[in-house]
């Protein structure tokens, strides 16, 4: 008799509570779900030299690395090797999709040059609002990755990198539709959450430290009417 699969759902549940195990390592909790994911999903990955392995779970599940974006932060990275490496000014992100979407078209930023113009003969006119993106955010018409310590103070949320909820819900909005679910298996201090919230999606989320998940909660709390 045929092996009844266990439903994804199941399995994700399951993989949440691994993510509380102290042996606990980047791509353990997130990696058995990825290769659940449907064509024509996306994952936004933050990255940098320790998540390395974490690409090669990528790319065995399915998925192709398609750009990596880089995003200015909100301030100047102050962790690290301070006296023996680069200050960190910007955020990576490897962009890969399963199969192909494209991308929504939004009202997320006007075009500099005026709706119509013809940039090249035999191509559409330009819309109003940019319809792509470049792969370098940077100058005060894009979202910072992150918060400054200005804004950390004044809100009383402290971590090393605690992500900007409108640079985020930027791209839940490029690349999903309302009523989709947005999963971050790295949730930290729940920015993911209220983004996808926000902007009418669901979301599913998992967190190592129980500190963070609290402050999460607090800020879901918030926006849910306590």
């Known amino acids: 008799r045929k092996r009844k699969e266990e439903p994804v759902s199941s399995k994700l549940s399951r993989m949440f509570l691994n993510c509380s195990d102290e042996k606990y390592t980047p791509g353990y909790g997130v990696a058995p779900i990825i ?56 955020e990576w992100l490897i962009f890969c999709q399963k199969g192909r979407r494209p991308f ?3 009202t997320l930023l006007e075009n500099r040059k005026k709706e119509g113009t013809q940039f090249h003969k035999g191509r559409d006119p330009s819309k109003r609002y940019k ?15 992150t918060y400054n310590s200005t804004w950390q103070k004044k809100h009383q949320i402290f971590h090393p990198t605690v992500k900007n909820v409108e640079c985020l ?10 009523g989709e679910w947005v ?22 989320g998992a967190e190592i430290s129980p500190a963070y998940w609290q402050i999460g909660q607090d800020r879901l709390s918030k926006i849910q009417g306590g």
């Open 35 to 90: 290769k659940y994911l449907p064509e024509g999903k996306i994952i936004w990955c933050p990255f940098d030299t320790c998540h390395s392995e974490f690409v090669l779970h990528l790319q065995e599940a399915g998925f192709q690395i398609k750009n990596c974006l880089v995003i200015e932060k909100g301030t100047l990275g102050g962790i690290g090797d301070l006296k023996g490496s680069f200050a960190s000014s910007a």
């Open 104 to 106: 929504n078209a939004t």
């Open 169 to 178: 819900s930027w791209l839940i909005q490029i690349s999903s539709n309302p």
């Open 131 to 145: 319809t792509r993106f470049p792969d370098c955010w940077f100058g005060s018409e894009y979202p910072k990755s």
């Open 183 to 204: 999963f971050d298996g790295f949730s930290g201090t729940g920015s993911t959450a209220l983004a996808a919230l926000e902007t009418g999606r669901c979301f599913l």
